[in-house]
């Protein structure tokens, strides 16, 4: 079993800057990929930004340019570094990551975890 934990959410004023940090934590394997998704009162979860093994990258387009998700691969970590927030980007925002887990001494399989969220808040 993975666990998934965030931090670093909390309030800001418009323009200002926010990082968030993920770490997953368990017998793992391999991870393909971690990300950011947000989830605001009434609307569905988006993707903010995902980062896959290689090194790709994507974002949602409303956080181009201002968003940026890096990755520590020998601690199963990944961060999410948001800068000129705008009252829009308040949400709850969730990590995911994905890979393989060892589920006995040799038997592996797939895990989807997600953590339990972190709310940030923008002020306008």
């Known amino acids: 079993q993975v666990q998934v934990v965030e931090s670093g959410g909390g309030l800001v004023q418009a323009g200002g800057s926010l990082r968030l940090s993920c770490s997953a934590s368990?017998?793992?394997?391999?991870?393909?990929?971690m990300g950011w998704y947000r989830q605001a009162p009434g609307n569905q979860r988006e993707l903010v930004a995902e980062?896959?093994?290689?090194?790709?990258?994507s974002y949602g387009d409303s956080v181009k340019g201002r968003f940026s998700i890096s990755r520590d691969n020998a601690r199963n970590a990944v961060f999410l570094q948001m800068n000129s927030l705008k009252a829009e980007d308040t949400a709850v925002y969730y990590c995911?990551?994905?890979?393989?887990?060892?589920?006995?001494?040799?038997?592996?399989?797939?895990?989807?975890?997600w953590g339990q969220g972190t709310q940030v808040t923008v002020s306008s």
């Open positions: 980062i896959i093994s290689g090194g790709s990258t």
């Open positions: 995911n990551a994905r890979g393989v887990a060892y589920d006995t001494v040799t038997a592996r399989r797939p895990f989807d975890s």
């Open positions: 368990g017998i793992i394997f391999s991870i393909n990929a």
